[in-house]
Protein backbone atom coordinates (compact mmCIF):
# COMPACT_ATOMS: atom_id res chain seq x y z
CA UNK A 1 0.00 0.00 0.00
CA UNK A 2 1.39 3.63 -1.29
CA UNK A 3 1.94 5.43 1.98
CA UNK A 4 -1.03 8.64 2.24
CA UNK A 5 0.85 11.89 1.02
CA UNK A 6 0.36 14.95 3.27
CA UNK A 7 0.06 18.61 2.70
CA UNK A 8 3.69 19.91 4.51
CA UNK A 9 5.53 22.09 2.44
CA UNK A 10 8.45 20.10 2.00
CA UNK A 11 6.44 17.71 0.55
CA UNK A 12 4.43 19.78 -1.67
CA UNK A 13 7.97 21.20 -2.63
CA UNK A 14 9.35 17.87 -3.55
CA UNK A 15 6.23 17.08 -5.46
CA UNK A 16 6.80 20.31 -7.76
CA UNK A 17 3.90 22.24 -6.14
CA UNK A 18 5.74 24.72 -4.52
CA UNK A 19 8.40 27.31 -6.22
CA UNK A 20 11.81 26.75 -5.05
CA UNK A 21 12.36 30.10 -4.50
CA UNK A 22 9.69 32.19 -2.94
CA UNK A 23 10.74 35.64 -5.20
CA UNK A 24 9.75 33.81 -8.17
CA UNK A 25 5.87 34.14 -7.01
CA UNK A 26 3.22 32.11 -6.10
CA UNK A 27 2.94 30.23 -9.41
CA UNK A 28 2.12 26.42 -8.18
CA UNK A 29 1.24 24.91 -11.78
CA UNK A 30 2.31 21.12 -12.44
CA UNK A 31 0.67 19.88 -15.50
CA UNK A 32 1.15 16.75 -14.68
CA UNK A 33 -1.59 17.03 -11.28
CA UNK A 34 -4.43 16.87 -12.74
CA UNK A 35 -6.59 14.61 -10.20
CA UNK A 36 -8.60 17.56 -8.34
CA UNK A 37 -11.04 14.95 -6.12
CA UNK A 38 -11.38 16.57 -2.91
CA UNK A 39 -8.80 18.98 -3.20
CA UNK A 40 -6.09 16.49 -4.01
CA UNK A 41 -2.79 18.57 -5.58
CA UNK A 42 -4.14 21.93 -4.46
CA UNK A 43 -2.96 24.12 -1.79
CA UNK A 44 -5.81 26.07 0.25
CA UNK A 45 -6.36 29.06 -2.10
CA UNK A 46 -4.36 33.02 -0.45
CA UNK A 47 -7.62 34.68 -0.03
CA UNK A 48 -7.99 38.03 -0.74
CA UNK A 49 -7.85 40.49 2.44
CA UNK A 50 -10.71 39.45 4.23
CA UNK A 51 -12.67 40.83 7.47
CA UNK A 52 -14.94 38.93 9.91
CA UNK A 53 -18.35 41.10 9.22
CA UNK A 54 -19.79 42.89 11.92
CA UNK A 55 -23.35 43.78 12.02
CA UNK A 56 -24.79 46.77 12.72
CA UNK A 57 -25.35 47.00 16.56
CA UNK A 58 -29.14 47.54 17.93
CA UNK A 59 -27.89 49.86 20.26
CA UNK A 60 -29.24 53.43 18.45
CA UNK A 61 -32.33 54.27 20.32
CA UNK A 62 -35.46 52.46 19.70
CA UNK A 63 -37.11 54.94 17.27
CA UNK A 64 -34.09 54.54 15.02
CA UNK A 65 -33.49 51.10 15.67
CA UNK A 66 -37.26 50.42 14.68
CA UNK A 67 -36.85 52.56 11.49
CA UNK A 68 -33.60 50.85 9.88
CA UNK A 69 -35.14 47.90 10.10
CA UNK A 70 -38.54 49.07 8.30
CA UNK A 71 -36.55 50.35 5.66
CA UNK A 72 -34.52 47.41 5.00
CA UNK A 73 -37.49 45.46 4.75
CA UNK A 74 -39.11 47.90 1.96
CA UNK A 75 -36.51 49.27 -0.06
CA UNK A 76 -34.45 45.75 0.61
CA UNK A 77 -31.18 47.09 1.72
CA UNK A 78 -28.84 45.48 4.04
CA UNK A 79 -28.97 47.57 8.04
CA UNK A 80 -25.71 48.96 7.62
CA UNK A 81 -26.91 51.43 4.57
CA UNK A 82 -30.29 52.46 6.57
CA UNK A 83 -28.66 52.75 10.17
CA UNK A 84 -26.19 55.26 9.10
CA UNK A 85 -28.42 57.45 6.86
CA UNK A 86 -30.88 57.55 9.53
CA UNK A 87 -28.16 58.32 11.74
CA UNK A 88 -27.05 60.89 9.23
CA UNK A 89 -30.67 62.45 9.19
CA UNK A 90 -30.17 63.74 12.74
CA UNK A 91 -26.98 64.74 12.63
CA UNK A 92 -28.49 67.36 9.55
CA UNK A 93 -31.26 68.15 11.94
CA UNK A 94 -28.53 68.64 15.33
CA UNK A 95 -25.23 68.65 14.33
CA UNK A 96 -25.09 72.03 14.43
CA UNK A 97 -26.71 72.84 17.99
CA UNK A 98 -24.66 70.73 20.25
CA UNK A 99 -21.28 70.75 21.67
CA UNK A 100 -19.38 68.41 24.32
CA UNK A 101 -17.09 68.91 27.31
CA UNK A 102 -15.31 66.09 27.51
CA UNK A 103 -13.01 67.43 30.31
CA UNK A 104 -9.56 67.18 30.42
CA UNK A 105 -9.34 70.18 27.92
CA UNK A 106 -10.83 67.76 25.13
CA UNK A 107 -14.10 69.58 23.41
CA UNK A 108 -16.26 68.27 21.08
CA UNK A 109 -17.54 71.93 19.53
CA UNK A 110 -20.24 70.77 17.46
CA UNK A 111 -21.51 67.04 16.86
CA UNK A 112 -20.77 66.98 12.73
CA UNK A 113 -20.33 63.77 11.18
CA UNK A 114 -18.88 63.24 7.84
CA UNK A 115 -21.12 59.96 6.72
CA UNK A 116 -20.46 58.53 3.17
CA UNK A 117 -22.60 55.36 2.10
CA UNK A 118 -20.52 53.18 -0.46
CA UNK A 119 -22.86 50.94 -2.48
CA UNK A 120 -23.62 49.99 -6.13
CA UNK A 121 -25.88 51.77 -8.68
CA UNK A 122 -28.25 49.24 -8.37
CA UNK A 123 -28.28 49.33 -4.36
CA UNK A 124 -31.21 51.98 -3.56
CA UNK A 125 -29.20 54.70 -1.91
CA UNK A 126 -31.90 57.42 -3.50
CA UNK A 127 -34.42 55.62 -2.30
CA UNK A 128 -33.10 55.16 1.45
CA UNK A 129 -31.47 58.48 1.61
CA UNK A 130 -35.32 60.31 0.05
CA UNK A 131 -36.74 58.40 3.38
CA UNK A 132 -34.31 59.14 5.70
CA UNK A 133 -34.20 62.66 5.00
CA UNK A 134 -37.79 63.28 3.80
CA UNK A 135 -39.37 64.79 6.51
CA UNK A 136 -35.99 67.61 6.82
CA UNK A 137 -36.33 69.20 3.18
CA UNK A 138 -40.38 69.26 4.03
CA UNK A 139 -39.47 71.34 7.02
CA UNK A 140 -37.44 73.50 5.26
CA UNK A 141 -39.56 74.40 2.86
CA UNK A 142 -42.43 75.00 5.79
CA UNK A 143 -39.93 77.14 7.36
CA UNK A 144 -38.62 79.17 4.19
CA UNK A 145 -42.88 79.82 3.58
CA UNK A 146 -43.12 80.78 7.42
CA UNK A 147 -40.26 83.11 7.15
CA UNK A 148 -41.08 84.74 3.42
CA UNK A 149 -43.64 87.42 4.33
CA UNK A 150 -41.52 88.44 7.26
CA UNK A 151 -38.12 88.53 5.47
CA UNK A 152 -39.95 90.68 2.60
CA UNK A 153 -41.45 93.27 4.75
CA UNK A 154 -37.75 93.33 6.21
CA UNK A 155 -36.49 93.77 2.79
CA UNK A 156 -39.22 96.54 1.60
CA UNK A 157 -37.76 98.21 5.09
CA UNK A 158 -34.38 98.00 4.44
CA UNK A 159 -34.48 99.59 0.91
CA UNK A 160 -36.92 102.48 2.79
CA UNK A 161 -33.40 103.24 5.35
CA UNK A 162 -30.84 102.54 2.10
CA UNK A 163 -33.00 105.66 0.45
CA UNK A 164 -33.40 107.24 3.54
CA UNK A 165 -29.62 107.23 3.94
CA UNK A 166 -29.31 108.66 0.30
CA UNK A 167 -31.52 111.55 0.84
CA UNK A 168 -29.39 112.03 3.79
CA UNK A 169 -26.34 112.12 1.84
CA UNK A 170 -27.65 114.27 -0.90
CA UNK A 171 -28.47 117.28 1.73
CA UNK A 172 -25.37 116.57 3.69
CA UNK A 173 -23.46 117.12 0.58
CA UNK A 174 -25.15 120.63 -0.46
CA UNK A 175 -25.23 121.85 3.18
CA UNK A 176 -23.49 124.58 4.40
CA UNK A 177 -22.51 126.50 7.86
CA UNK A 178 -24.86 125.68 10.71
CA UNK A 179 -27.02 123.64 8.32
CA UNK A 180 -24.22 121.48 7.61
CA UNK A 181 -23.76 119.87 10.94
CA UNK A 182 -27.64 119.68 11.31
CA UNK A 183 -27.36 117.34 8.05
CA UNK A 184 -24.42 115.31 9.42
CA UNK A 185 -26.13 114.46 12.37
CA UNK A 186 -29.16 113.25 10.55
CA UNK A 187 -27.21 111.21 7.86
CA UNK A 188 -24.91 109.48 10.57
CA UNK A 189 -28.09 108.47 12.27
CA UNK A 190 -29.76 107.29 8.81
CA UNK A 191 -26.64 105.46 8.70
CA UNK A 192 -26.31 103.60 11.93
CA UNK A 193 -29.95 102.29 11.82
CA UNK A 194 -29.46 100.89 8.20
CA UNK A 195 -26.56 98.90 9.66
CA UNK A 196 -28.22 98.03 12.33
CA UNK A 197 -31.64 96.62 10.65
CA UNK A 198 -30.74 93.06 10.42
CA UNK A 199 -32.59 90.88 8.00
CA UNK A 200 -33.61 87.12 9.18
CA UNK A 201 -32.58 84.24 7.38
CA UNK A 202 -34.46 82.13 5.63
CA UNK A 203 -33.65 78.71 6.05
CA UNK A 204 -32.13 76.95 4.01
CA UNK A 205 -29.30 74.78 5.46
CA UNK A 206 -29.07 70.72 3.01
CA UNK A 207 -27.84 71.20 0.16
CA UNK A 208 -27.13 68.72 -2.81
CA UNK A 209 -24.33 69.23 -5.61
CA UNK A 210 -22.46 72.62 -4.10
CA UNK A 211 -19.14 73.86 -4.86
CA UNK A 212 -16.74 74.87 -1.71
CA UNK A 213 -17.10 78.65 -2.25
CA UNK A 214 -20.75 78.36 -2.26
CA UNK A 215 -20.96 76.14 0.74
CA UNK A 216 -18.80 78.82 2.33
CA UNK A 217 -20.86 81.72 1.48
CA UNK A 218 -24.30 79.90 2.47
CA UNK A 219 -22.86 79.13 5.95
CA UNK A 220 -22.37 82.87 6.83
CA UNK A 221 -25.66 82.77 6.00
CA UNK A 222 -27.08 80.32 7.70
CA UNK A 223 -26.13 80.90 11.19
CA UNK A 224 -22.69 78.98 10.80
CA UNK A 225 -24.21 75.47 10.19
CA UNK A 226 -25.16 73.45 7.04
CA UNK A 227 -25.62 69.97 6.21
CA UNK A 228 -24.65 68.47 2.58
CA UNK A 229 -27.07 65.68 1.34
CA UNK A 230 -26.87 63.17 -1.90
CA UNK A 231 -27.09 59.98 -3.35
CA UNK A 232 -24.62 60.77 -5.52
CA UNK A 233 -20.65 61.45 -5.87
CA UNK A 234 -20.70 64.93 -6.71
CA UNK A 235 -19.75 66.54 -3.69
CA UNK A 236 -16.34 64.27 -3.14
CA UNK A 237 -15.34 64.97 -6.80
CA UNK A 238 -15.70 68.83 -6.03
CA UNK A 239 -13.83 68.40 -3.17
CA UNK A 240 -10.91 65.92 -4.94
CA UNK A 241 -10.35 69.01 -6.90
CA UNK A 242 -13.11 69.47 -9.69
CA UNK A 243 -12.57 72.96 -10.09
CA UNK A 244 -9.34 73.78 -9.08
CA UNK A 245 -7.00 74.56 -12.09
CA UNK A 246 -4.45 72.68 -10.93
CA UNK A 247 -6.47 69.47 -9.30
CA UNK A 248 -5.95 70.51 -5.93
CA UNK A 249 -8.17 69.22 -3.12
CA UNK A 250 -10.05 72.07 -1.92
CA UNK A 251 -11.28 70.36 1.41
CA UNK A 252 -10.12 72.93 4.40
CA UNK A 253 -13.41 75.09 4.52
CA UNK A 254 -14.90 71.15 5.31
CA UNK A 255 -12.05 69.76 7.97
CA UNK A 256 -13.51 73.67 9.98
CA UNK A 257 -16.63 72.73 9.62
CA UNK A 258 -16.05 69.30 10.91
CA UNK A 259 -14.31 70.34 13.87
CA UNK A 260 -16.07 74.20 14.29
CA UNK A 261 -12.78 75.95 14.12
CA UNK A 262 -13.06 79.61 12.49
CA UNK A 263 -12.21 80.17 8.85
CA UNK A 264 -11.01 82.72 7.28
CA UNK A 265 -11.77 83.63 3.04
CA UNK A 266 -10.40 86.79 2.15
CA UNK A 267 -10.05 86.61 -1.89
CA UNK A 268 -10.30 90.35 -2.77
CA UNK A 269 -13.95 90.70 -4.22
CA UNK A 270 -14.68 88.10 -1.39
CA UNK A 271 -14.46 87.88 2.67
CA UNK A 272 -16.27 85.43 4.89
CA UNK A 273 -14.99 84.95 8.53
CA UNK A 274 -16.66 81.90 10.16
CA UNK A 275 -16.17 81.82 14.10
CA UNK A 276 -17.58 78.32 14.26
CA UNK A 277 -19.09 76.51 12.08
CA UNK A 278 -20.90 73.52 11.38
CA UNK A 279 -20.62 71.48 8.20
CA UNK A 280 -22.32 68.03 8.03
CA UNK A 281 -22.09 65.34 5.20
CA UNK A 282 -24.46 62.43 4.33
CA UNK A 283 -23.60 61.12 0.80
CA UNK A 284 -23.90 58.25 -1.31
CA UNK A 285 -21.13 57.21 -3.73
CA UNK A 286 -20.15 53.91 -5.62
CA UNK A 287 -16.81 51.60 -4.67
CA UNK A 288 -14.79 53.40 -7.34
CA UNK A 289 -15.60 56.70 -6.40
CA UNK A 290 -13.84 55.64 -2.91
CA UNK A 291 -11.13 53.95 -4.74
CA UNK A 292 -10.26 56.80 -6.88
CA UNK A 293 -9.68 58.61 -3.37
CA UNK A 294 -6.57 57.00 -3.30
CA UNK A 295 -5.45 58.83 -6.31
CA UNK A 296 -5.44 62.36 -4.07
CA UNK A 297 -3.55 61.66 -1.16
CA UNK A 298 -4.05 65.00 -0.18
CA UNK A 299 -7.88 63.97 1.06
CA UNK A 300 -5.94 61.69 3.52
CA UNK A 301 -2.83 63.70 4.26
CA UNK A 302 -5.23 66.93 5.05
CA UNK A 303 -7.62 64.93 7.31
CA UNK A 304 -10.77 64.67 5.08
CA UNK A 305 -10.55 60.50 4.98
CA UNK A 306 -9.20 59.89 8.32
CA UNK A 307 -12.47 62.01 9.72
CA UNK A 308 -15.01 60.30 7.02
CA UNK A 309 -17.76 57.11 8.52
CA UNK A 310 -17.46 55.31 5.26
CA UNK A 311 -19.70 52.47 4.88
CA UNK A 312 -19.39 49.64 2.55
CA UNK A 313 -22.72 48.15 1.63
CA UNK A 314 -23.16 44.16 0.94
CA UNK A 315 -25.04 44.42 -2.22
CA UNK A 316 -28.22 42.47 -2.08
CA UNK A 317 -28.84 42.66 -5.53
CA UNK A 318 -30.37 39.43 -6.84
CA UNK A 319 -31.27 38.20 -3.34
CA UNK A 320 -33.76 41.02 -3.01
CA UNK A 321 -37.94 40.25 -2.24
CA UNK A 322 -40.43 42.36 -3.17
CA UNK A 323 -40.23 44.01 0.12
CA UNK A 324 -42.96 44.76 2.78
CA UNK A 325 -44.15 48.63 3.52
CA UNK A 326 -43.02 50.90 6.34
CA UNK A 327 -45.78 50.47 9.34
CA UNK A 328 -47.56 54.09 8.48
CA UNK A 329 -47.60 54.49 12.72
CA UNK A 330 -43.51 53.95 13.00
CA UNK A 331 -42.86 56.33 10.08
CA UNK A 332 -45.03 58.80 11.21
CA UNK A 333 -43.37 58.62 15.18
CA UNK A 334 -39.88 58.98 13.24
CA UNK A 335 -41.02 61.79 11.03
CA UNK A 336 -42.95 63.73 14.30
CA UNK A 337 -39.31 63.28 16.13
CA UNK A 338 -37.02 64.39 13.25
CA UNK A 339 -38.84 67.62 12.83
CA UNK A 340 -38.99 68.08 16.31
CA UNK A 341 -35.22 67.96 15.70
CA UNK A 342 -35.00 70.04 13.21
CA UNK A 343 -37.13 72.80 14.78
CA UNK A 344 -35.53 72.88 18.21
CA UNK A 345 -32.42 73.44 16.13
CA UNK A 346 -33.16 76.76 14.97
CA UNK A 347 -35.25 77.66 18.02
CA UNK A 348 -32.06 77.45 19.83
CA UNK A 349 -29.90 80.48 19.73
CA UNK A 350 -26.90 79.04 21.36
CA UNK A 351 -25.53 75.90 21.16
CA UNK A 352 -25.90 73.38 23.73
CA UNK A 353 -23.03 72.43 25.80
CA UNK A 354 -23.21 68.87 26.81
CA UNK A 355 -21.02 66.92 29.25
CA UNK A 356 -20.15 62.98 30.17
CA UNK A 357 -21.78 61.76 33.60
CA UNK A 358 -18.53 59.97 35.56
CA UNK A 359 -19.49 56.60 34.17
CA UNK A 360 -19.83 57.87 30.43
CA UNK A 361 -16.23 58.96 30.64
CA UNK A 362 -14.54 55.92 32.15
CA UNK A 363 -16.29 53.54 29.55
CA UNK A 364 -14.68 55.99 27.22
CA UNK A 365 -11.58 56.28 28.95
CA UNK A 366 -11.28 52.22 28.95
CA UNK A 367 -12.24 52.57 25.20
CA UNK A 368 -9.26 54.61 24.76
CA UNK A 369 -6.78 52.70 26.58
CA UNK A 370 -7.96 49.74 24.81
CA UNK A 371 -7.67 51.25 21.71
CA UNK A 372 -4.16 52.92 21.43
CA UNK A 373 -1.76 49.86 21.37
CA UNK A 374 -3.52 48.76 18.23
CA UNK A 375 -2.30 52.21 16.42
CA UNK A 376 1.41 51.54 17.43
CA UNK A 377 3.97 49.79 15.01
CA UNK A 378 2.92 46.21 14.16
CA UNK A 379 -0.43 47.29 15.97
CA UNK A 380 -3.39 45.68 14.15
CA UNK A 381 -4.77 49.45 12.88
CA UNK A 382 -1.06 50.49 11.88
CA UNK A 383 -2.21 50.93 8.41
CA UNK A 384 -5.05 53.06 9.34
CA UNK A 385 -4.04 54.70 12.53
CA UNK A 386 -4.93 58.10 11.13
CA UNK A 387 -8.52 57.24 11.28
CA UNK A 388 -8.54 55.63 14.40
CA UNK A 389 -7.27 58.23 16.51
CA UNK A 390 -10.04 60.27 15.58
CA UNK A 391 -12.80 57.44 16.29
CA UNK A 392 -12.52 58.33 20.32
CA UNK A 393 -14.29 61.90 18.80
CA UNK A 394 -16.50 59.97 16.70
CA UNK A 395 -18.15 58.05 18.99
CA UNK A 396 -18.62 61.11 21.72
CA UNK A 397 -20.47 62.97 18.99
CA UNK A 398 -22.44 59.79 18.43
CA UNK A 399 -23.06 59.86 22.14
CA UNK A 400 -24.28 62.92 22.00
CA UNK A 401 -26.63 62.77 19.27
CA UNK A 402 -28.13 59.59 20.71
CA UNK A 403 -28.46 61.69 23.74
CA UNK A 404 -30.38 64.81 22.46
CA UNK A 405 -32.81 62.19 19.95
CA UNK A 406 -33.46 60.20 23.25
CA UNK A 407 -34.40 63.41 25.54
CA UNK A 408 -36.32 65.14 22.84
CA UNK A 409 -38.07 62.03 22.09
CA UNK A 410 -39.25 61.36 25.90
CA UNK A 411 -39.52 65.37 27.38
CA UNK A 412 -39.20 67.59 23.94
CA UNK A 413 -36.00 69.16 25.90
CA UNK A 414 -32.36 68.01 26.28
CA UNK A 415 -30.73 67.93 29.63
CA UNK A 416 -27.00 68.13 29.62
CA UNK A 417 -25.26 64.96 30.76
CA UNK A 418 -24.67 62.01 28.35
CA UNK A 419 -25.51 58.84 30.40
CA UNK A 420 -23.78 55.69 30.93
CA UNK A 421 -26.15 53.45 28.23
CA UNK A 422 -26.04 56.24 25.81
CA UNK A 423 -22.59 55.99 25.58
CA UNK A 424 -22.32 52.68 25.55
CA UNK A 425 -24.86 52.73 22.66
CA UNK A 426 -22.36 54.74 20.71
CA UNK A 427 -19.04 52.56 21.79
CA UNK A 428 -21.10 49.28 20.49
CA UNK A 429 -20.98 51.19 17.03
CA UNK A 430 -17.06 50.85 17.25
CA UNK A 431 -16.33 47.46 15.77
CA UNK A 432 -18.57 47.92 13.67
CA UNK A 433 -17.06 51.24 12.14
CA UNK A 434 -13.44 50.30 12.21
CA UNK A 435 -14.90 46.65 10.34
CA UNK A 436 -16.30 49.27 7.18
CA UNK A 437 -13.47 51.80 7.53
CA UNK A 438 -11.18 48.34 7.32
CA UNK A 439 -13.23 47.70 4.03
CA UNK A 440 -12.68 51.03 2.53
CA UNK A 441 -9.38 51.43 3.45
CA UNK A 442 -9.00 47.78 1.04
CA UNK A 443 -10.63 49.74 -1.74
CA UNK A 444 -8.01 52.29 -1.91
CA UNK A 445 -5.41 50.18 -1.39
CA UNK A 446 -6.47 47.56 -3.91
CA UNK A 447 -4.82 47.02 -7.19
CA UNK A 448 -6.75 47.10 -10.66
CA UNK A 449 -5.80 43.24 -11.53
CA UNK A 450 -7.11 42.25 -7.50
CA UNK A 451 -10.12 43.83 -8.10
CA UNK A 452 -11.09 42.28 -11.64
CA UNK A 453 -10.10 38.50 -9.47
CA UNK A 454 -12.21 39.28 -7.11
CA UNK A 455 -15.31 39.82 -9.73
CA UNK A 456 -14.69 36.18 -10.76
CA UNK A 457 -14.29 34.05 -7.44
CA UNK A 458 -18.48 34.20 -7.26
CA UNK A 459 -19.04 32.92 -10.67
CA UNK A 460 -16.04 30.29 -10.51
CA UNK A 461 -16.86 29.57 -6.92
CA UNK A 462 -20.62 27.28 -8.24
CA UNK A 463 -17.96 25.60 -10.94
CA UNK A 464 -15.58 24.31 -8.52
CA UNK A 465 -13.59 20.96 -10.11
CA UNK A 466 -14.43 21.91 -13.68
CA UNK A 467 -12.08 22.72 -15.96
CA UNK A 468 -13.17 25.70 -18.24
CA UNK A 469 -12.04 27.32 -21.72
CA UNK A 470 -10.92 31.15 -21.65
CA UNK A 471 -13.01 31.52 -24.01
CA UNK A 472 -16.41 29.93 -21.92
CA UNK A 473 -14.60 32.22 -18.88
CA UNK A 474 -14.63 35.37 -21.26
CA UNK A 475 -18.54 34.90 -22.65
CA UNK A 476 -20.02 34.63 -18.95
CA UNK A 477 -18.28 37.43 -17.60
CA UNK A 478 -18.07 39.69 -20.76
CA UNK A 479 -20.27 42.50 -19.08
CA UNK A 480 -17.89 42.61 -15.51
CA UNK A 481 -14.81 43.27 -17.91
CA UNK A 482 -14.36 45.36 -21.19
CA UNK A 483 -11.52 42.77 -22.81
CA UNK A 484 -10.22 39.50 -22.61
CA UNK A 485 -6.92 40.49 -21.74
CA UNK A 486 -8.79 41.97 -18.68
CA UNK A 487 -10.14 39.23 -17.97
CA UNK A 488 -6.52 36.65 -18.53
CA UNK A 489 -5.28 39.49 -16.05
CA UNK A 490 -7.34 38.57 -13.06
CA UNK A 491 -7.02 35.18 -13.79
CA UNK A 492 -3.39 35.24 -13.94
CA UNK A 493 -3.68 37.02 -10.58
CA UNK A 494 -6.56 34.04 -8.95
CA UNK A 495 -3.52 31.83 -10.35
CA UNK A 496 -1.09 33.09 -8.19
CA UNK A 497 -3.29 32.54 -5.26
CA UNK A 498 -3.99 29.46 -5.89
CA UNK A 499 -8.02 29.74 -7.40
CA UNK A 500 -7.20 28.24 -10.71
CA UNK A 501 -4.87 26.30 -12.75
CA UNK A 502 -3.49 27.10 -16.20
CA UNK A 503 -3.75 23.65 -18.17
CA UNK A 504 -3.02 23.27 -21.66
CA UNK A 505 -5.67 23.69 -24.93
CA UNK A 506 -6.57 20.69 -26.44
CA UNK A 507 -7.97 22.64 -29.83
CA UNK A 508 -5.32 25.06 -31.49
CA UNK A 509 -7.16 27.92 -29.40
CA UNK A 510 -3.84 30.57 -28.31
CA UNK A 511 -5.30 31.02 -24.83
CA UNK A 512 -5.13 27.98 -22.36
CA UNK A 513 -8.17 26.28 -20.09
CA UNK A 514 -8.16 26.77 -16.68
CA UNK A 515 -9.00 23.91 -13.74
CA UNK A 516 -10.68 25.48 -10.99
CA UNK A 517 -9.66 24.79 -7.65
CA UNK A 518 -12.35 22.49 -5.60
CA UNK A 519 -11.31 24.42 -2.62
CA UNK A 520 -12.66 27.63 -3.59
CA UNK A 521 -15.25 29.27 -1.71
CA UNK A 522 -17.59 32.18 -2.60
CA UNK A 523 -16.64 34.18 0.62
CA UNK A 524 -12.64 34.62 -0.60
Not at 267 to 291: C, F, N, Y
Not at 333 to 344: A, I, K, S
Request: aromatic share 6%; glycine share 6%.
Amino acid sequence: ASEPQTSDDNDLLARGLLPVDPEEGCRTIDPKATSIKDGEGWQEPLPFTHHEHVECPLSMPSILNAMANGVCEQVQVNKSMSAMSIIGAFVIALAGKISIDIGRGWRERNCAQFIIVSAESSDRKSAVFSIATERIREVERSLMEEMEPRVNRQLQEKKALEERVRYCRGIYAKASGKEREKAKRSFDEAQEKHEEYLIDVIPQFVFGDITTERATTKTCQQLERIAICSAESTTITNISGRYSKDGSVNVDFYLSGHQGEPFLVDRGDRSEALKSPSVSMLLGTQPIVIKRMAKKPELREKGFIPRALIIVHRSKTGKRSLGKAINKDLKDTYNQLLERCVRWRFDLEERLQLRLSSRSLGLLDIFRLKLEPKLGKDGEFENMRDWCGKLPGAIVRLAGLFHAVHDLEEYEQVTEEITEEEMQAALDFAPFLIYHAKQAFDLMEQSGDESDAKKLIPWLSRRSGRTLTTREIWKANNKRFSSAGQVMKALRELENRYYVRETPSKTRSPHPNWSVSPLIRPND
